[in-house]
């Protein structure tokens, strides 16, 4: 299974599933996670693979968010526990690879055969483009063979199919280094002092939920918190509130979310992905 | 086959993929019918999908909308001919189901073994989610393993994945337990009275285009029609007018349509989902 | 494999996919290549088309731009060396076709049995609809059988599906007649008279990338060209400028692109699909 995220939209998608049709005999499985993530946004990207790759049975993601195409960051394998990651050397893959090792490790059947410590699932390793049996085509105006701008076709399709098609282990791919100083991307923590969270929006959803960094468990035995300026009523869902009124709930990520009813929270709130913002638990009146 | 279905956009629909594949062991296929669904729109969600699963061979439908996600509103299963809807006991699944149950009883092969009537084609069950051999994430904040914000991943696409991993009827299933008092969605008919119709917009498509309620038959033998205090062309197709102007003619549903060659008939016409509208025949000049 | 592409949006393509999964027996493959084709724009969807199906196997490519939906435009199969291509007469086929048809000479293996001469590889066959052994709907009004707004879902996927369960060669198949004057479409060509090059605008991608049609060898060698009135520097890729700031670049298609790194180029120059832009080299100064 080869699973594809990006922020292309449409249609360029198509031509990486193109490549890897073409140069893939097997009647693999590929799945559309999304070509909707926030463009060039590495870490709001980062937050919707952590969330939603972890769903999935071990397979290949290829991920292409990438502001950096043509340069010259490197290409990078991911293997996390059971599942590998084919992206830009940017950070997205990071948080959901060490959540997928995590998740391995933690398992009964998690200590595969080279797993040797608390960090073992989890191996970066750096892709030398031109060593693949079928090698990518190469960039540059003069050949305009391969693009400076479309690596998501051009190069990582074509070593996710490589990966695919490959039966030996990553440690015998000629192709593959090891590589000990990936570019990292941490997704910001919130700051909490008894009553009060300094919290970062992690991502504001399809809906226009406002999704913070702070963990739900901030809302138990609670009846409001104070938004920034704002009282807002705390709920179990969105129906908890009347139709377009605020509400703050644990959302499906786990995280203390700012919602409105059949609306907009984000527009409501005025608070968007990365900004800051204020919660304060507040006693029962 | 599992169909998918909701009113989700970008990216959660992923996540219900991921459950579906992390339970399920067979190559099924996966069919993504639309994530844009008017959302929370229970009425238009079940026109559109009235109209779409029918062209459909007998699958597993996984459908989404879900305005009272996290209240106490049932999951339900609908049997429909050969067909099995999963959603929110919300009214979504019943106009579809309907259709499918009369296609199923119309068919000579329709009548399977255990049809005694004429409405033998169409059961609805509720679900005991704590009964699935591998239950449901639990809801709530205390725990925060389930979710109350998102029944998509966490209820209904792991009921639609132990739907297709068992062999069983659904009557032998002891999470499954028959329903006599669903709740209910009717489309609304349209009054017809001579040459005047008094309608109801069903839905409002991606070009723009207005569905009416009115059966295309009320186009016949005549050239143009009043809309509330327009008069319109009647036509074939789109390219029975030039380009920018309006014209009513019998849509791809069966149902009169006012539409703009070109253009967007819900802006030109001032008409949206479930506004009303008169229709009147109008004698050749 | 049988991709899709259309204008479409949502939710008509499932409509399509219905259809074909209902009358083929195989688990055939279906990959949509988008729905969001620009609207009723033959020149810039044949665009996309030419730039995207050659990255993919051999397949049955079924295509539904169609203005004309309704009228008596023709339904056309086109055989372009080891793909089939089914859509409206209306050229959008033939700038994809005529690539994979030249692709297929080109190659050592591109041969096939019926190839006799340069053009052997791209065939034009009208369909006559009432023909296929399970016809499809028979449109207007009176019989409200078929449509005459969603050849998509009436005419072209029946055709898609009867190629795919055929195993007999087009020649010997009843409902198709070759075809000596399909529509055409030809993209037009830029023209380049020492540093000035009068170029169109082909496209307009996702990220708001103008695509000219100006071929990429046109920026070798200077650092800056003159967009219309504005100098612009030529770099490698979208960061070979600060973010905000525009260039000029050879794009994944081999074109001369007018971008805007993090941002949108079609907006900051003014640029949209078919409008005229002048291009003129300029000496490093």
Redesign the interface.
């Known amino acids: 299974?080869i699973?594809l995220?990006s922020d292309?939209?449409?249609?360029?998608p198509?031509?990486m599933?193109?490549?890897l049709?073409?140069r893939i005999d097997s009647?693999v499985?590929?799945?559309?996670?999304?070509?909707?993530?926030p463009?060039?946004d590495v870490h709001s990207s980062a937050f919707?693979l952590r969330?939603?790759?972890?769903?999935?049975?071990p397979a290949i993601h290829l991920v292409v968010v990438d502001?950096?195409?043509?340069?010259d960051r490197r290409a990078i394998v991911v293997r996390a526990g059971d599942h590998l990651l084919v992206g830009p050397d940017n950070g997205v893959l990071l948080p959901v690879a060490r959540r997928l090792a995590a998740s391995s490790d933690q398992r009964p059947d998690g200590a595969s055969a080279d797993s040797t410590g608390p960090t073992a699932s989890l191996e970066v390793f750096s892709v030398d483009e031109s060593a693949l049996e079928t090698p990518v085509p190469t960039g540059?105006?003069?050949e305009?063979a391969g693009?400076?701008?479309?690596h998501g076709?051009?190069v990582f399709a074509p070593i996710a199919a490589a990966l695919e098609e490959t039966d030996r282990p990553l440690e015998g791919l000629p192709w593959l280094s090891p590589l000990s100083d990936p570019v990292d991307c941490t997704l910001p923590t919130a700051a909490i002092d008894g009553d009060t969270a300094e919290a970062t929006v992690l991502a504001v959803?399809?809906?226009g939920n406002v999704i913070t960094n702070v963990p739900?468990?901030f809302?138990?035995g609670v009846d409001r918190v104070l938004v920034d300026d704002e009282r807002v009523p705390v709920g179990?869902?969105?129906?908890?509130v009347e139709r377009g009124e605020p509400v703050a709930?644990?959302?499906?990520h786990?995280y203390v979310?700012l919602d409105v009813n059949?609306g907009r929270g984000s527009e409501a709130f005025g608070l968007f992905v990365d900004e800051h913002v204020t919660l304060e638990r507040l006693e029962s009146p």
Not at 67 to 71: A, C, E, I, L, N
């Open positions: 299974m699973t995220a292309f939209g449409s249609p360029y198509a031509a599933k193109g490549v049709l073409e009647d499985r590929l799945v559309d996670i999304t070509h909707e993530l463009r060039g919707w969330e939603i790759l972890p769903y999935f049975p502001p950096g195409v043509g340069t540059g105006k003069a305009a693009s400076t701008t479309f076709r051009d959803d399809d809906f739900g468990r809302l138990e179990e869902t969105f129906a908890s709930l644990v959302g499906s786990g979310e059949d």
